[in-house]
């Protein structure tokens, strides 16, 4: 059984967290995502359409120094009972706008400090839109991560680079850690796309139009994936057999109730 503080406390991180639960690293900071005045924030779903081009970035406040930003794809459909992850995009070079800019927010119009590359910094990975299969998951999760990369040593930037170049299977944190950049998320985000569906079960890449090895348009066994890569194995309230951020709350809630009950 899970000691009641730690589990009150994943429950108060998670609920805060601006990066999908269970999603490691995470981070309470909002990345401001919006595509062409849409606001991609919280969750919130948005077309396929919509987002076919790289968003403007922003944070509330103005930044110090240079970053970078990771958005991976949770939700790829997959042939094993887990589904994959593909990175979306990695661009290095981004730095604060001097400054603020009117944009719309999922709390409405709000003036902050837009990522600009200025130096022209050439995508680590060019940025593919959100293009999700008929295939279960139909609903997926795009997180963004904005990273601090000032006074990066030349071994980082090959750990980025490296990992940039395979997009399948794209693990955020292992890929962080071999850079050393593990505790330098400054913001997160996350927001969603969802085929329409119906789900199709065989038949190649899901009835998803024009499905590259890099949109993880996989043949498939017609496997209906519940388990998220995002939710990371170390986490506390995610341990055991329990994945999915859902279930993870549902028994962090019963384990307060149990222990107020005095279970
Ligand atoms: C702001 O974004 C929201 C959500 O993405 C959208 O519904 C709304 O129309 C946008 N507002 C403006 C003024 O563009
Ligand atoms: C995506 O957003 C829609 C609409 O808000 C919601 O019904 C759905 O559960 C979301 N999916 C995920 C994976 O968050
Ligand atoms: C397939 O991809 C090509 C090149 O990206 C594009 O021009 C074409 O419109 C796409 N076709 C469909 C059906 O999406
Ligand atoms: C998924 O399963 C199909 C059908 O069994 C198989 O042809 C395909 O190679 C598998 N794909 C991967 C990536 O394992
Ligand atoms: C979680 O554990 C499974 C099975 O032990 C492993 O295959 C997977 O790579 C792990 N995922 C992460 C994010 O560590």
Do not use: C
Not at 73 to 97: F, K, V
Not at 201 to 208: D, L, Q, S
Request: no cysteine; hydrophobic share 40%.
């Amino acid at each position: 059984m899970y000691s009641p503080s730690l589990v009150l406390l994943a429950t108060v991180a998670g609920a805060l967290a601006r990066t999908p639960a269970g999603f490691e690293p995470s981070s309470n900071t909002q990345l401001i995502v919006e595509y062409n005045n849409i606001a991609a924030m919280n969750g919130m779903m948005i077309s396929k359409e919509a987002s076919s081009k790289a968003p403007r970035l922003a944070t509330a406040e103005k930044l110090t120094g240079t970053f970078a930003v990771i958005m991976v794809d949770l939700d790829i459909p997959s042939n094993t009972s887990r589904t994959n992850t593909l990175l979306h995009w990695m661009q290095m070079g981004l730095t604060s706008a001097d400054r603020a800019t009117m944009l719309n927010t999922t709390s409405g119009q709000n003036m902050a400090f837009v990522l600009e590359n200025r130096q022209n910094t050439p995508a680590a990975a060019e940025y593919i839109g959100p293009n999700p299969p008929a295939r279960n998951p139909l609903s997926h999760r795009y997180t963004e991560i904005l990273v601090n990369v000032d006074n990066l040593q030349a071994a980082s930037m090959n750990a980025l680079a490296t990992a940039a170049r395979t997009r399948l299977g794209f693990n955020a944190m292992e890929v962080l850690m071999r850079a050393g950049l593990q505790n330098k998320v400054v913001a997160g985000n996350f927001f969603n796309v969802t085929n329409p569906g119906p789900a199709t079960g065989n038949g190649g890449n899901g009835g998803g139009a024009n499905r590259t090895s890099t949109d993880g348009g996989r043949t498939n066994t017609g496997t209906t994936t519940s388990a998220r890569p995002g939710a990371s194995n170390t986490s506390l309230i995610n341990a055991g057999a329990v994945s999915g951020a859902q279930p993870a709350l549902l028994l962090a809630l019963a384990t307060l109730a149990a222990v107020f009950l005095g279970f």
